[in-house]
């Protein structure tokens, strides 16, 4: 079974940093594209981050460029989001998401459970 | 950015009933990379269509998804119980992959 496992969500004030992860298993990792999408509480979803497959390519959100950094363990099968100088509109749960390729471009065909992430003072 | 606007913002409907959802895009798509998804309440999304017209693998032939250019439409056949849900379109050909702000499909 396929599997996506995000954490590393939590209460943080503003201006902090987390660090998110998600562990995967049963699939090729490296045959997939992944992405990081945020749904703020009782709100719809926003696409927040895509790396490639082989991790050469990245793309982000304007709101969160600069400030956020997604990566990739293709040794250990794990996704990362680094969020640094966070925002109260940050707040939302943040699902990782597989593609069905390696390409950016290629359709998200799996979510994972999502880890909440609050930053408040 | 690609803006995608959904309509209606929600649908009152009840079970085998047909629900006809659309989604606008500000800009002409690639047909090719442009997806919808459902959410139960509680649930993590769970992609149904891609390529704006298949079908997931495992979702009943009652979804089926159609358009092209900048209109698109998801249609639901005899409304099931589990259908009752939020639903979202999403282009995923130029970045930012823009979601749309979700069709509720509720209980009339």
């Known amino acids: 079974d396929v599997q996506l496992l995000a954490s590393g969500g939590g209460l943080v004030q503003p201006g902090g940093s987390l660090r998110l992860s998600c562990a995967t298993s049963g699939f090729t990792f490296t045959s997939s594209a992944m992405s990081w999408v945020r749904q703020a509480p009782g709100k719809g979803l926003e696409w927040v981050s895509t790396i490639r497959g082989r991790g050469d390519s990245r793309y982000y959100r304007g709101s969160v460029k600069g400030r956020f950094t997604i990566s990739r363990d293709n040794s250990n099968n794990t996704l990362f989001l680094q969020m640094n100088s966070l925002r109260p509109e940050d707040t939302a749960v943040y699902y990782c998401a597989k593609h069905g390729g390696g390409w950016g471009t290629d359709v998200i065909d799996l979510w994972g459970q999502g880890t909440m992430v609050a930053v408040s003072s | 950015e690609i803006v995608l606007t959904q309509t209606p913002g929600t649908l009152s409907l009840s079970p085998g009933e047909g629900a006809t959802l659309s989604c606008r895009a500000s800009q002409t798509l690639d047909s090719r990379y442009f997806a919808w998804f459902q959410q139960r309440p509680g649930q993590a999304p769970r992609l149904l269509i891609y390529?704006?017209?298949t079908r997931a693998t495992g979702i009943p032939d009652r979804f089926s998804g159609s358009g092209s250019g900048a209109d698109f439409i998801l249609t639901i056949t005899r409304l099931e119980p589990e259908d009752f849900a939020v639903y979202y379109c999403q282009q995923y050909g130029i970045s930012p992959f823009t979601f749309g702000p979700g069709t509720k499909v509720e209980f009339k």
């Open positions: 390529g704006a017209a």
